[in-house]
């Protein structure tokens, strides 16, 4: 709602004059959140002043009154509001809340970055102008900050929050980790090591593919996991069916085809077959 302390979402002391259909909202959030249509902040033209409700073109402060409508004042997105050390980026085509000097802005991803992610980050092009894929709401012009996956996909930092908070740790678009996990997998490992499957799976193997690597191995199979042959993760997915590992039974029938079943000789070699053939994973 209007105000001399602007909304929700902003402060100011100014109305912007919405150059779609000529009404007066303190922001275009509120605006888009009336009307069936959506403001274009780069085309507004004029304000009023909630002080004295004169009329005028976009500037930063009254030109009747000379109340100053925002710390903050962009001309090109005609944003008003406390200084919260924002700054135009012109690559983005929007204002980022800054300061400037902490960010920076990645020409293949096309959005600014914590200066702390230069060069350590996974670029993938253009990927703020993907909606979030957990709310599917739009990233680039949000408010609400973005979080970057180890993947170089992005999300809102409070989606990615609620992910964690419901053990959701996997990239909604890739499945790759979405946050170092290695500590989380030795832990795997004890748990796996102190829960033996029943016997009759003792001897199963599985076909994976690791969502991190994307390696493909045979792993032992464990309803708690199957763990990377190539990097360790259990960020993994069953490619095929259970392999009942058996002790060579095209062998041990070869053998009854081709020499006496009275033969006592043949036996030893079948006993220790058969001794280290369960030691094969």
């Not at 004295?52 to 962009?74: D, H, N, P, R, W």
């Not at 135009?88 to 902490?102: A, D, S, T, V, Y």
């Not at 809102?156 to 499945?175: E, G, I, Q, S, V």
């Not at 795997?188 to 969502?211: F, G, K």
Request: glycine fraction near 4%; charged fraction near 25%; proline fraction near 5%.
């Amino acid at each position: 709602m209007a105000s001399s302390s602007g909304c929700e979402h902003y402060v100011r002391s100014c109305l912007l004059k919405a150059p779609c259909c000529g009404k007066l909202y303190v922001c275009r959030l509120c605006h888009d959140a009336e009307e069936n249509h959506q403001m274009d902040r780069f085309k507004v033209k004029e304000v009023q002043c909630s002080d004295c409700l004169t009329i005028q073109k976009a500037q930063q402060a009254c030109e009747m009154c000379s109340v100053q409508f925002g710390e903050y004042y962009c001309a090109i997105c005609h944003l008003f509001d406390k200084d919260k050390k924002q700054y135009h980026c012109q690559p983005c085509g929007i204002c980022r809340i800054g300061p400037r000097e902490e960010y920076f802005h990645c020409d293949k991803c096309n959005l600014c970055l914590a200066r702390a992610l230069e060069g350590k980050h996974k670029c993938v092009e253009n990927v703020s102008r993907q909606n979030c894929p957990v709310c599917m709401e739009d990233i680039h012009t949000s408010r609400i900050g973005a979080h970057v996956l180890p993947c170089g996909h992005l999300l809102h930092k409070t989606c990615f929050d609620d992910m964690l908070k419901n053990c959701a740790y996997r990239c909604p678009l890739c499945m790759h980790s979405a946050l170092e996990m290695h500590n989380h997998w030795e832990d795997l490992d004890q748990e796996i090591a102190q829960s033996p499957m029943p016997t009759e799976y003792r001897n199963t193997t599985v076909r994976i593919l690791c969502n991190d690597c994307q390696a493909h191995s045979t792993a032992p199979f464990h309803v708690l996991g199957m763990k990377c042959g190539n990097c360790g993760s259990y960020n993994t997915a069953q490619d095929g069916g259970l392999i009942q590992n058996v002790d060579h039974p095209e062998e041990n029938h070869d053998n009854s085809d081709t020499e006496p079943e009275t033969d006592t000789e043949s036996q030893p070699p079948n006993q220790e077959e058969e001794e280290e053939q369960p030691n094969v994973q």
